[in-house]
């Protein structure tokens, strides 16, 4: 179709590199930071439906509502209503505390979305999708810019000679995986945050 031909010119760009993806219903999300845009297109015929603009988009999730949850001028995640077209809402909530957002990604249950924090932070924050309230935080604040020490409770997602692109992942059991880039390694830890 003419637009799957052309989502792969983009892809030709060096600024349109893909900074997140996610699937809600008939919809996929494609987030690209360099060209400041989320190309919405439908899943099943790969027309576009939407080209949104998004101050650096990366990081998008869907929770269990059908929201898209979005990093976007690389320190605000907030949650958005997706509508019958493929447009968002203004933002529902927003969350706060964070020092440099990199990855999301929404629990199964549809209670928790989890926040890789890199910057100073180099840790895994837990938010309620209703309240936006911390839940938890997984990781030693300043992770490996603080101490070399290897352990299962620090996290290396960014440094000064930029980011490591961390990811989180859950299983269906809310036990989830946290890709710890800069040590090249994915770590996995059980619902309640043990390694």
């Known amino acids: 179709s003419t637009a799957a031909s052309t989502t792969f010119a983009f892809q030709n760009s060096a600024t349109s590199t893909i900074t997140g993806l996610a699937v809600q219903g008939n919809y996929l999300f494609i987030a690209r930071a360099g060209t ?14 939407q080209t949104l603009t998004y101050t650096s988009p ?8 059908s929201n898209l949850w979005m990093i976007t001028s690389g320190t ?19 969350l706060t505390g964070l020092s440099y957002p990199m990855a999301t990604q929404v629990s199964p249950d549809g209670t928790t979305v989890a926040v ?19 839940t938890h935080t997984l990781g030693l604040s300043g992770g490996y810019y603080t101490d070399a ?47």
């Open 76 to 94: 605000t995640v907030s949650k958005y209503t997706v509508n019958g077209s493929g447009a968002l809402s203004a933002p529902t909530l927003t």
């Open 116 to 134: 890789c924090d890199g910057g100073l932070r180099q840790q895994v924050k837990f938010f309620n999708t209703t309240t936006g309230i911390l």
């Open 58 to 65: 990366v990081g998008v999730s869907v929770d269990t509502s």
């Open 149 to 195: 020490t290897v352990s299962d409770n620090k996290f290396y997602f960014s440094d000064f000679r930029g980011d490591r692109l961390p990811f989180i992942a859950y299983q269906a059991d809310n036990s989830y995986w946290v890709c710890d880039a800069g040590n090249y390694r994915v770590m996995h830890y059980s619902s309640g945050h043990t390694f």
């Open 36 to 49: 400041n845009n989320l190309l919405v297109l439908n899943k099943n015929t790969g027309a576009s439906a």
